[in-house]
């Protein structure tokens, strides 16, 4: 496999590259301008306003845009650029983790060739990179294809009211760009684990502590037995993992408990690992008479799995990122994305091409400046390369 490092990029390479790295200025205002306006996941009027400016924006650059309107999240928004058979997905979501006034504790500051603020890293800089890309497409490349691009409002809240649409536009699609943050150092992601979610809920019989505790069954010492037993999930797997993040039972310490639940996070490297781990959550045995267990939930996300298609795209954007004169690693990571409906759903997917920094979802949260062109460049030279290989 060739790195391409040390070779030169080939004249279209280095035309997309000399235009991303001369729109600089752009690219780094685009980021500052979706990251003003803040746009938590939770709040419709906060995540629209983001959206209608992203909205502009693409206009502006020449996209079609369509509003995908949503009564109980933000709007979606797709936007699409050129013609032809031959469709190219670019993937990302607009919405972020952070509470509106965030930004008043974690100022939008540049430090050290980095630019600090809530939201910058995941992942207003990767959609920014996104919109340079595209610009270069049209404005310095030779390459014609269509480009969709699908910036959802919804992320970082499972995708609840996305996945159909993100699914949808992938089957179309010969590959799909996934604009999500970089590893540490700029890596690409080529296997997320799949995420479940589920609700073990144990119903009991109250009774007094004191006075007639045998005539009780308590739900939280059920609950407690279950927490224990669910541990053995590790056994169907290598990368089968479980955490029980919340639990809770009971009004009184002199009641026995009639009411318990937890709720249970669990992600899978392969799909084929999903069905047994529902199975084993599922199928609960009381060990305290007169309980009883209720289970509901599943898996939300299925895992992004490094499939032969995978592993080629990554392959060719390491080729290219190589004689623009980067060494793109690649690497795994538990957390999920849109990047695992579009593979799941067998569309060639890399995940992770935004920014390069550090600290999603944290208070040092921060893109390094430099990046933006060169990963505009790679993610252009890349959408020119699935068209001409149509
Ligand atoms: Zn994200």
């Known amino acids: 496999m060739s790195t391409g490092l040390g070779v030169s990029p080939t004249a279209a390479e280095q035309a997309l590259l000399v235009y991303c790295e001369s729109h600089r200025d752009w690219v780094v205002e685009t980021t500052l301008a979706l990251a003003r306006l803040e746009s938590p996941t939770s709040d419709k009027e906060a995540v629209d306003r983001c959206g209608r400016e992203l909205q502009q924006r693409l206009e502006a650059i020449g996209g079609t845009v369509t509003r995908l309107a949503r009564a109980e999240a933000g709007d979606h928004l797709r936007a699409e650029f050129g013609s032809g058979g ?69 992320e970082e809240r499972r995708s609840r009211t996305s996945r159909a649409v993100v699914e949808e536009e992938a089957r179309r699609s010969r590959a799909a760009f996934v604009l999500e943050p970089g590893l540490p150092g700029g890596g690409v992601k080529t296997a997320r684990k799949g995420c479940g979610e589920f609700r073990l809920a144990v119903h009991g019989v109250a009774a007094h502590a004191g006075v007639e ?31 029980v993040g919340m639990a809770a039972g009971g009004t009184l310490p002199n009641v026995v408990a009639e009411e318990a639940h937890a709720v249970i996070d669990t992600r899978v490297s392969a799909a084929a690992d999903m069905d047994r781990v529902i199975e084993f959550v599922r199928n609960r045995t009381s060990t305290v008479p007169g309980t009883r267990i209720e289970v509901t939930g599943g898996f939300d996300r299925p895992p992004l799995e490094r499939t032969a298609a995978v592993a080629r795209l990554y392959e060719r954007a390491r080729t290219i990122a190589g004689r623009l004169g980067h060494d793109l690693r690649e690497g795994a ?27 999603p979802h944290a208070l040092h949260e921060h893109i390094e400046v430099d990046s933006l062109p060169w990963r505009a460049a790679l993610l252009a030279a890349l959408v020119a390369d699935v068209w001409a290989s149509a």
């Open 333 to 359: 990571t538990g957390g999920g994305s849109d990047g695992n409906f579009t593979a799941a759903v067998g569309t060639p997917t890399l995940d992770g091409l935004g920014a390069v920094g550090a600290g």
């Open 86 to 154: 031959s469709q190219v997905l670019m993937i990302g979501h607009f919405d972020t983790v952070w509470p509106v006034g965030q930004i008043e504790r974690m100022p939008l500051e540049f430090r050290d060739g980095c630019l600090f603020g809530p939201g910058v890293f995941d992942m207003k800089a990767g959609i920014a990179v996104g919109l340079l890309a595209a610009r270069a497409l049209r404005e310095a490349s030779p390459s014609a294809g269509r480009l969709v691009m699908l910036w959802t409002s919804d």
């Open 213 to 243: 505790p045998d005539r009780g069954a308590s739900a939280v010492h059920e609950l407690a037995a279950q927490i224990v037993d669910l541990q053995r999930v590790r056994d169907l797997g290598p990368d089968v993992t479980l955490n």
